[in-house]
């Protein structure tokens, strides 16, 4: 009895949903419980624009129109809509060769390249962690300014500063001389144009800098980064260790991830995978 009314309750939501003109985004599967929308399911179900899912002890593979896949791990919850998932708890592996994104904390995830596949979990601290181990996937915050390229094998963590300066830039990188301008490259595979300074003396060398960053916007939407420095110094240089290993960029402070993200989802991928509905 009690399956009859868990069924018909989803049904309810289904055609609730289709009587507003909603239309299907795809479909949600799990070896076990799941809830969507709050309704509890085992199997299979329905996705629509705005459908929240969340997993107890198994996890969810969400499968798109669009061609992406979403997995939630185990505890796991998210809102999915057409061309983005917003993770709210726990962690999520995402498999895309599109625009599609993966927002957590007001970061957005999206992949570089054609099926990228990596992961993207919350950890403690306000901390989103972004690790990948096929293609590349750039990390943003909610104005657009780039924080990370996360290339095959790397990962890195994105902790929240409380009241945090969205054009402070405080970080490492190695100074280049191209085409009549001067280029900052951070280990986390983003360029910057530098400006303000005479940087002549620094070129092929790493230095910490301190500046302003900000995005300029290009034509047929691309989008290039400045970086007005205030100091400068060569990496190594008196009390300036602590910023070797992360940057602070834009109230975020960015740094080498640990890299379970990956190791979760080995350890308990599926060894074939679900079935569509």
Same mark, same amino acid.
């Given at each position: 009895?009690?399956?009859?009314?868990?069924?018909?309750?989803?049904?309810?939501?289904?055609?609730?949903?289709?009587?507003?003109?909603?239309?299907?985004?795809?479909?949600?599967?799990?070896?076990?419980?799941?809830?969507?929308?709050?309704?509890?399911?085992? $199997?299979?179900?329905?996705?629509? !624009? @705005?459908?929240?899912?969340? =997993?107890?002890? *198994?996890?969810?593979?969400?499968? /798109?129109?669009?061609?992406?896949?979403?997995?939630?791990?185990?505890?796991?919850?998210?809102?999915?809509?057409?061309?983005?998932?917003?993770?709210?708890?726990?962690?999520?592996?995402?498999?895309?060769?599109?625009?599609?994104?993966?927002?957590?904390?007001?970061?957005?995830?999206?992949?570089?390249?054609?099926?990228?596949?990596?992961?993207?979990?919350?950890?403690?601290?306000?901390?989103?962690?972004?690790?990948?181990?096929?293609?590349?996937?750039?990390?943003?915050?909610?104005?657009?300014?780039?924080?990370?390229?996360?290339?095959?094998?790397?990962?890195?963590?994105?902790?929240?500063?409380?009241?945090?300066?969205?054009?402070?830039?405080?970080?490492? $990188?190695?100074?280049?001389?191209? !085409? @009549?301008?001067?280029?900052? =490259?951070?280990? *986390?595979?983003?360029?910057?144009? /530098?400006?303000?300074?005479?940087?002549?003396?620094?070129?092929?060398?790493?230095?910490?800098?301190?500046?302003?960053?900000?995005?300029?916007?290009?034509?047929?939407?691309?989008?290039?980064?400045?970086?007005?420095?205030?100091?400068?110094?060569?990496?190594?240089?008196?009390?300036?260790?602590?910023?070797?290993?992360?940057?602070?960029?834009?109230?975020?402070?960015?740094?080498?991830?640990?890299?379970?993200?990956?190791?979760?989802?080995?350890?308990?991928?599926?060894?074939?995978?679900?079935?569509?509905?």
């Amino acid at each position: 009895m009690l399956r009859k009314l868990q069924v018909a309750a989803v049904l309810s939501c289904m055609l609730s949903y289709a009587a507003a003109g909603t239309v299907s985004i795809g479909t949600a599967s799990a070896r076990g419980d799941m809830r969507v929308d709050s309704y509890l399911v085992k $199997g299979n179900a329905t996705l629509f !624009d @705005g459908s929240v899912v969340e =997993t107890g002890q *198994a996890t969810a593979e969400l499968r /798109l129109n669009k061609g992406a896949e979403v997995t939630l791990s185990t505890g796991s919850r998210g809102t999915l809509y057409s061309d983005h998932l917003v993770l709210q708890q726990g962690e999520s592996e995402l498999a895309a060769s599109n625009s599609f994104q993966l927002q957590a904390i007001g970061l957005r995830v999206t992949p570089k390249e054609p099926n990228s596949r990596g992961v993207v979990s919350l950890k403690a601290g306000n901390t989103v962690e972004v690790a990948s181990f096929k293609g590349s996937f750039g990390v943003t915050n909610d104005q657009g300014l780039i924080l990370a390229n996360v290339l095959p094998g790397r990962s890195f963590s994105f902790a929240m500063q409380a009241g945090g300066d969205n054009g402070i830039f405080s970080g490492v $990188g190695l100074v280049s001389y191209e !085409d @009549g301008q001067y280029y900052l =490259t951070t280990d *986390a595979d983003v360029k910057y144009l /530098l400006t303000c300074r005479d940087l002549h003396k620094y070129v092929n060398d790493k230095v910490v800098v301190s500046g302003t960053v900000q995005t300029v916007n290009g034509p047929n939407g691309t989008k290039s980064y400045t970086l007005c420095i205030k100091a400068i110094d060569i990496n190594g240089g008196e009390g300036m260790s602590d910023t070797t290993k992360r940057w602070l960029i834009a109230g975020i402070l960015i740094g080498a991830g640990v890299g379970t993200g990956i190791a979760i989802y080995l350890a308990t991928k599926p060894s074939t995978p679900i079935s569509p509905p």
